[in-house]
């Protein structure tokens, strides 16, 4: 049987493995703060690691986003869901 620590570690290892970007935020904090990104974000978007960790999320709402991306996401972060 795996330890937590083993696990999350392997789960660590498949997210930044993933081709898809991962985003993770932090609901409980008052600007919904992004606590994680994986590399696939990173490429994805064209962000730097820095411009990224610890700000809001409202930097993903710009005009020149995919509004019905954005909808998804508001939606998914309003019903406290992953998107």
């Known amino acids: 049987q795996m330890k937590a620590d083993q696990i999350l570690r392997t789960m660590q290892r498949a ?33 730097e690691g820095d411009e990224v960790v610890d700000s809001g999320v409202g930097f993903l709402f710009g005009d020149d986003t995919d509004q019905d991306g954005v909808l998804l996401m508001s939606e998914a972060v309003r019903g406290g869901s992953p998107c």
């Open 15 to 47: 997210m930044e493995a993933s081709l898809d970007g991962i985003l993770i935020t932090d609901p409980r904090s008052e600007h919904n703060p992004v606590i994680y990104c994986n590399p696939a974000f990173l490429r994805i978007t064209g962000y």
